[in-house]
């Protein structure tokens, strides 16, 4: 019933469940290490999201369409990740953010024990860490439509190349957790909300002037 | 199809609804108040607006789990584990409740609803933006972004340290 | 073979490990971490994830208690290995032999989790007292605050415990005023003893409201045993306490490689330019300053009030400030530096209440990593 024509809502729109998710394994844990970790997602998420957000909507304006194959067809003469590079850099932070891994993992941190994912064991922990990769796998994924130009590219066919990009996304993200610390909120905090939130709302004045001349 | 599916829901939500007076927990609470918000999502997919009901799903999400930083931080016994009452002004909130029932009851009941004309439009959500905003499109969005900021601004002047010590303020 | 051997020799050959410290088992820690890298056995920072529990050294009385809280919370299959302090390479890995093979011999899981079973879950009565977080029969148990073991997490349903301020049988939090006016519940969650990372053997008691220490409380729990520890060279000293400085922020590859230049100096290879290599990396990380700068700042007039000596009396500041002084020692003492005088423990954990207070939990573990006291009884000698 639902059209995939609102694609990009409905992508956003499921990864703020991952709030919920998280959270409620640091409340239902029942002690007081794994609280802190949901409660440090939930920071984490309002440090992320708008940036996230406008990132998207920058995407959905230059491509005048919220539907993930009209975006990737409107890349056909310019990729998105090069007139935008702002709102893919911000993508790219947003992807580590909400499935809370590498330089944003600190909800899930080793200061406290393992955060959230604490006191599960067995199965439980088995489900959670494989949902929290496969969030991180899928929206990885998603900046190749986003940005990276969907499957175009010669040779090989595209589903090929929508590989191809998702595999250099991760790889990109595994370098980057390699390279730094993990980041807290009370320090990011003011960044994401006094650096991040105008930059991308430049970015998207820039792509509307862009879109409208 | 849709008429159950919308039966279905509309009573989901008016049971989620009362189920956040019925619960003891804090926690129990928010997320029944989001149970009955995405049933409200989902009639506003059935009306055909998919933009504003995924938008609302999205949204309501986001602001339950804010609203279960605020409840926890500040309410007594947030995980309803001492069985406390935690309903003030009960006749009061009767009286009202149920007045405003009434009246959207009959405006339901007496309201001549118009006959439709013509067919549904291709996409609703831009019909109905365009009926709800109109001329106004531009002036909509930079008010949105100035609230944005002043929301912002109001914050970061409100409070001249963070809550942590030392070091970064 | 069938499936489920397969499955269970697959599993066994790699278990997840988590690494207890006691005072004076420094030396076999580092032993049984070089062994457990060398395996591909990854250590992990939460026993109820881990196989098997390794213990490096002898606790004293009280460890021993939290210790066997610890284990209690270790979900099966488990093995449990204790190592003595002055061990060498070859008992750690016939040890660590020996819990794989305990991890693979199923019908003996079967057996302990059919008694775990039996036992029944935690009730707040095992423990004989009330709710004090600070002590009492969970000897500084890691997790802290009132964590429900097995299925009493289920009373709270419903709230058919009708104790007054006592539902089942674990009183409520208490609230008290905090620094914004408000307030808030007052949490005792208590750091250490068994934390990964962490000293060996101190314990601090914190009082939280949300994630802000508003008290902190610091305790001793000593180690059996004569308390020498073979570190073989301060620079070794120096890396172990960089490295788990770097796992607590965070930085995991870095804090790997800090661990192997210190296995490779402790056996003896010349690694003088890797670790300047290291120390440069590390320097110019500008988002390891940002997230580290300005915590825990101790000053001059600390230093002398509180009698401080070694890398905090040296290089007064912040926690940046005295990682960078370790990597500019650990730099020294590779290049036959003279001897420095060393950290005083005592004073160190006179000064860390000060330092707490009024920090957030993941601050407060930097700041007690970037002091790194070594509880041992004999003081280190470089």
Redesign the interface.
Known sequence: ???W??GV??F??ME??A??SV?MVG??T????P??GG?RF?AQ??AY??PHMFALITVALGAES?DFGEIARAQDGLWFVVWMPVAFLVYLLSVLAMAFWG?F??PV??????GA??????PD?LVFEAGRYALLVVASAAAVPLFLGGGAGPLLPGWAWALVKTYLVLALLVWV????????M??FM?AA??VL?PAT?VQMLVVGIVVLG | MRTVVFWVLALAAVGFGVAVFRVDSMARATFALLASFLCVGGTMVLLDLHYLGVLVVLMMIMEMMVMAVFMIMYMMNPAGLMPMSMLHNRRGALIISGAVLVALVAGVWTVDWPERAGRPPGDPTRALGEAVMGAQMPVMIVVGVAILATMVSAVVLATDRGRYDGGDR | MGLRERLVRFAAERPRSFVVATPGGAGARLVVEEELRRRGWRAVASPVGADVLVVCGEPGAELAQAIEVVWADVPGPRARVQVAAGVRREAVARALDGAAAELADVPRQWADAAERVAAGPWTPDDSGDEMSGHGGGHGGHEQGGHAAHGDMGGDGDGGHEHHMGAPGGVAMAERADDRDGLKLDVLHVPLGPVLSDWPAGLRVSLTLQGDVVQDAEVGVLGGAGDGVVEWGGLAVAHLDSIGRLLAVAGWAAAAERARILRDDVRAGVDRRVEVERFARQVGRSRTLRWMIRGLGVIDRAAVERYGLTGVAARYPGDVADRLAGRFVEARKALGGGADVELDDPAALLRVLPSLLVGAELAAARLIVASLDPDLAREPVHG
Do not use: C, K, Q
């Open positions: 019933m639902l059209p024509s609102i809502v409905w956003n729109a703020v469940v709030w919920v959270w409340w239902g029942n002690s007081a290490f609280l802190v409660y939930l998420g309002l999201e708008l919220l330089p993992g600190h941190g080793h200061d406290l024990a393992g994912v604490l006191e599960l064991a067995g922990r957790r390699h390279r730094l610390p993990v980041i807290r009370d320090r003011t909300w006094v939130i709302l």
